[in-house]
Nanobody
Framework: QVQLVESGGGLVQAGGSLRLSCAAS????????MGWFRQAPGKEREFVAA????????YYADSVKGRFTISRDNAKNTVYLQMNSLKPEDTAVYYC???????????????WGQGTQVTVSS
């Protein structure tokens, strides 16, 4: 069982930065790949970024490449999403998710956080 708690969201002006954190419970954090997703009002949840269990591989949606950076600290059971050059279209609830290392494809889970709101004003 893994419980995920996001933090770090808030209101920021366009061009600003935020760093989201996702703290995981459990002793097997390092055996999970971690991902960040977001859902804007009236839209479906979309993939943002993912990182392998070791941190050696990272993946990004085209819309955030070059602006967002995902990282993890397995000693702290935490994954981060550094978001720079934020745009109003980045406004959404951001969720972290965990899936067993070695999983592939578009399906994520079974573990999800409760989400944290990010609002970017123009």
């Amino acid at each position: 069982q893994v419980q995920l708690v996001e933090s770090g969201g808030g209101l920021v002006q366009a061009g600003g930065s935020l760093r989201l954190s996702c703290a995981a419970s459990g002793r097997t954090f390092s055996s999970y790949a971690m991902g960040w997703f977001r859902q804007a009002p009236g839209k479906e949840r979309e993939f943002v970024a993912a990182i392998s269990w070791s941190g050696g591989s990272t993946y990004y949606a085209d819309s955030v490449k070059g602006r967002f950076t995902i990282s993890r600290d397995n000693a702290k059971n935490t994954v981060y999403l550094q978001m720079n050059s934020l745009k109003p279209e980045d406004t959404a609830v951001y969720y972290c998710a965990a899936r067993p290392s070695g999983s592939s494809g578009a399906d994520w889970g079974p573990y999800w956080g409760q989400g944290t709101q990010v609002t970017v004003s123009s």
